[in-house]
Every structure is written in C-alpha cells, then in structure tokens.
C-alpha cells in the first residue's frame, strides 16, 4: 500500500470515528446515570431546559432544588428557598414557566400543614398554597387501613394542580385524585375519583402537555421465597388525561425492573413522547440515580 492509500484510509478512519463519536454525543439520556451526593434522597424531577432537570430531596434535607444537567452529568445551578421541606415530594413544571414543590409527604396521615410552593426561578420569588383534604377528618384515621392520605405525586393539567394519593401497602389498593386551582391561596381539595392499582403505592407523576398522557410511577414489596422480596415496581401510562383530567380504565403498565431487589422509584418525568426519566432514592444495596424507560421497547 502506498503513503497516499494509506493517508486515504486514515482519513476515512479519522471520519468514521468522528462521525460516531457525534451520534453517540447527539444519541440522548444515557440509559442509567449515578447522582452525585448532593442528590442521594431524589424525590422529585421536572424539566429544566433540554438537557436538564431540576431534582430535589426529600425529607431531612435542605430546602434546595438542583438543576442538573444530564449531557454533562453534573449539578449546574442550586436554587435554595427560605421555606421549611418537611417532606418535599414532587415537582412540576407550570405552563408560564414556574416551578411548583410539593411539600405533601405524609407517610403519618396526620399532618395538616400541606403546601405546594410555587417558584419562579428567574426571580426566586416564592408564592405558596396551603390545602386540606376533604374527606379526612381524622389525623391520623384510626385504622392504618384507611391511611390513605399521603401524597408524593402531583401534575399541572387542563389549568389545574392535580394529586394523587400514595395508599398503604396495607390498603386497599385505590389511588385517590384530588384537583387544586393553580394559584396561590388556601384551599379544600376537591375530591375528582379513584383508581384500583393493584399492589402500586403512587410515587411520583408526570404530564406530558404534547400527548395528554399522564405517567406514575410506584413499587410495592410481596413475600417470595426464602423471604426475598419481589418487586412490582412499574410505570402506569393514563393516554388521555388531557382530555378530561380525570384518570381512566386507558392505561397501560411498563415494569421498571426484574431484579430480586426493589428499588425505591420517587421521580418521573417525560424526556419525549416515547421515554421517562425515573429516579430511585440511595439504599444500602443500591445507588441513587436516573434510568431511562424507552416505551417502545417495553413488554
């Protein structure tokens, strides 16, 4: 081979490498991502701009949003509010651009002082919403069976905030659907319905405004044998909640893992039309991080 094939052939090679060294770079949300430290106890995830997500702890943890950027896999701007996070849940994105934190944890029931903080996170300023539910009138109900008043899942909809309830592992299995007015006040939540999820404790949602689908997430842990538990973690897709806001019989179920250990899944949210982003909290056999959840290539 003479000098100039082989100066050929390695500018063919220096092309080939650079073209897949861009489509790898272009290629999107790796399929799972480490957190660093600062997000050890993800709670919540909304959509930042288009390579980023703003995420936040829960419970025990600074009153902080991180907005972190998935391309670089870093933590890139830390927004810290002059509120209490009780038990920060969720978060979603408002149609003009704000951010709300929903500080509804309520793994007691008893709790009467739920918020949803509204944030713009251009001028930091804070607005808040203070609510009731209003079917409790016990706090905590007097049988855990009824404990059916904790919230870790919220979107913004058809111009309303709407929540749903994570039920006992101990309950009966329904999620319930409260609606709120998207403005700063305090209020008694309308009770819209409720929806049978067998075996799935409600942990985070998310609004896609382009579809009109609504996805949750959830885990629950059974028996199995020789006492290991058995994940029923999944994601459950609602294809038209923008039609009507309510949640219907038009879903469909996406298992996030077949792996013998549950993993704690606390955040959701759209990164387009076909993928979820889906976060899990630390544990002493697992890392906190972010999966990606393509919806075409699920059973």
């Given amino acids: 081979m003479t000098n100039s094939h082989k100066l050929i052939w390695a500018f063919f090679l220096f092309m080939a490498l650079f073209l897949t060294s861009q489509v790898t770079a272009q290629s999107g949300f790796p399929k799972r991502i480490k957190l660093p430290k600062e997000l050890r106890e993800v709670s919540g995830a909304c959509k930042a701009d288009s390579v980023s997500l703003w995420l936040q702890n829960d419970s025990q943890n600074k009153s902080c949003l991180y907005k972190y950027n998935w391309k ?21 994105n408002t149609p003009d651009g704000r951010i709300l934190i929903g500080d509804f944890g309520n793994n007691t029931n008893q709790r009467k002082d739920l918020h949803i903080y509204i944030l713009d996170p251009q001028t930091k300023q804070v607005e808040q919403i203070q609510f009731s539910y209003p079917d409790q009138d016990q706090f905590p109900p007097r049988s855990v069976n009824y404990w059916n008043y904790d919230c870790e899942a919220f979107v913004v909809a058809r111009d309303s905030i709407h929540l749903f309830s994570k039920n ?56 199995r044998r020789y006492f ?11 294809e038209d909640f923008g039609k009507n806001g309510v949640i219907s019989k038009n879903q469909h179920a996406y298992p996030l893992h077949k792996l ?39 059973d």
């Fill in 72 to 92: 670089q896999q870093e933590i890139t701007e830390t927004i810290c509010l002059d509120v209490p996070n009780r038990d920060w849940e969720d978060l979603a």
């Fill in 168 to 223: 006992r592992f101990s309950g009966n299995g329904y999620t319930k659907h409260y609606r709120l007015p998207l403005r700063a006040g305090t209020y008694k939540a309308q009770l819209i319905d409720s929806m049978y999820l067998e075996n799935i404790a409600v942990s985070a949602a998310d609004f896609n405004p382009e579809t009109g689908a609504l996805a949750v997430c959830g885990y629950h842990s059974q028996p």
């Fill in 228 to 238: 290991l538990p058995k994940t029923t973690g999944r994601i459950i897709v609602f």
């Fill in 260 to 298: 013998g250990f549950i993993r704690q899944y606390e955040a959701l949210n759209w990164l387009n039309n076909h993928t979820l982003i889906v976060g899990n909290e630390q544990k002493k056999w697992q890392h906190h991080a972010l999966y990606k959840v393509d919806l075409t290539q699920q």
